[in-house]
């Protein structure tokens, strides 16, 4: 099993930036894929970024494509999510979830995926 717990959410304006990280409990990081969503209030949750186990293959939504980039640091336990540009309809409730894998994909939709933090709020003002 692994924990998740994400950090780096916060209140910033418009064009601003901010840095998630998803750290991760347990020795075996490395072989999960891990994926950010968010939950804005009455809309349901949205895929924003995933990365496969080692880092080779990424993947993003239309929505933050060229403005928010996913990195992992497996001997750290941590994946990062670098969102730059904010825009106010960026403001939700950041996930990270993880899945072991033995292959280099990613998934973009929720339903693989074992398991899940407890998410950090990221407002952005206009």
């Known amino acids: 099993q692994v924990q998740l717990a994400e950090s780096g959410g916060g209140l910033v304006q418009a064009g601003g930036s901010l840095r998630l990280s998803c750290a991760a409990s347990g020795r075996t990081f490395s072989s999960y894929v891990v994926a950010w969503f968010r939950q804005a209030p009455g809309k349901e949750r949205e895929f924003v970024a995933a990365i496969s186990r080692n880092g080779g293959n990424t993947g993003y939504s239309d929505s933050v494509k060229g403005r928010n980039t996913i990195s992992r640091d497996n001997a750290k336990n941590t994946v990062y999510l670098q969102m730059n540009s904010l825009k106010p309809e960026d403001t939700a409730v950041y996930y990270c979830?993880?899945?072991?894998?033995?292959?280099?994909?990613?998934?973009?939709?929720?339903?693989?995926?074992?398991?899940w933090g407890q998410g950090t709020q990221v407002t952005v003002s206009s």
């Open positions: 979830a993880a899945k072991p894998s033995l292959s280099l994909t990613y998934y973009s939709n929720y339903e693989p995926y074992n398991y």
